[in-house]
T-cell receptor, first 111, second 115 residues
Framework: EDQVTQSPEALRLQEGESSSLNCSYT??????LFWYRQDPGKGPEFLFT?????EEKEKERLKATLTKKESFLHITAPKPEDSATYLC????????????WGLGTSLGVNP | GAVVSQHPSWVICKSGTSVKIECRSL??????MFWYRQFPKQSLMLMAT?????????EQGVEKDKFLINHASLTLSTLTVTSAHPEDSSFYIC???????????FGPGTRLLVL
């Protein structure tokens, strides 16, 4: 059964304190792994799509990496405005092209 | 690019009335649109998938006669909650995807409160 597990559930950092969020997955035939950011009361905002192991993508202070079992979202020198819930989802070869979602990591960055 | 809008952003209605939510892809053609529901502190729950010009495919447990979905054009899908009841109060979010692409782009969501 396709599954996504995100850790930690919650994380609080000081401004400038770099860290990583984890997304572990099991899926039959990975077609894509997706990272989104969600602010309270808003829809998810697209960050990255990764398609194959070894792939990396960067955007400002964020960098996403992918292996055959997990993905990391690295946050370098975070700022308070990076506070949000970060969601990971995978798309497998089955499941009629439906995303399988993790429960998210709630990130808080103190000034 | 890849902007999806939803309207209204929030709505309050009386029990028994129907509410329509619009989802539009503003700068791309969305061959497939998705409707999700999200409860507080929980992840997104897929309600249905709609392809332009076809009937929507509903997830198990979602009443198709209660949640009417129309995807009549490549830029617009609508979700109508019929005879709404307080238990239908939730945060509804749509997403859209281009043909042959895997990434879904989400709208800002609609908060529905049924009194």
């Amino acid at each position: 059964e396709d599954q996504v597990t995100q850790s930690p559930e919650a994380l609080r950092l000081q401004e400038g304190e770099s860290s990583s969020l984890n997304c572990s997955y099991t899926v039959s035939g990975l077609r894509g792994l997706f990272w989104y950011r969600q602010d309270p009361g808003k829809g998810p905002e697209f960050l990255f799509t990764l398609y194959s192991a070894g792939e990396e993508k960067e955007k400002e202070r964020l960098k996403a990496t992918l292996t055959k079992k997990e993905s990391f979202l690295h946050i370098t020198a975070p700022k308070p405005e990076d506070s949000a819930t970060y969601l990971c989802a995978v798309l497998g070869a089955g499941n009629n092209r439906k995303l399988i979602w993790g429960l998210g990591t709630s990130l808080g960055v103190n000034p | 690019g890849a902007v999806v809008s939803q309207h209204p952003s929030w709505v309050i209605c009386k029990s028994g009335t129907s509410v329509k939510i619009e989802c539009r892809s503003l700068d791309f053609q969305a061959t497939t649109m998705f409707w999700y529901r999200q409860f507080p502190k929980q992840s997104l729950m897929l309600m249905a998938t709609s392809n332009e010009g076809s009937k929507a495919t509903y997830e198990q447990g979602v009443e198709k006669d209660k949640f009417l979905i129309n995807h009549a054009s490549l830029t617009l899908s609508t979700l109508t909650v019929t005879s709404a009841h307080p238990e239908d109060s939730s945060f509804y979010i749509c997403s859209a995807r281009e043909q042959s692409q895997e990434t879904q782009y989400f709208g800002p969501g609609t908060r529905l409160l049924v009194l």
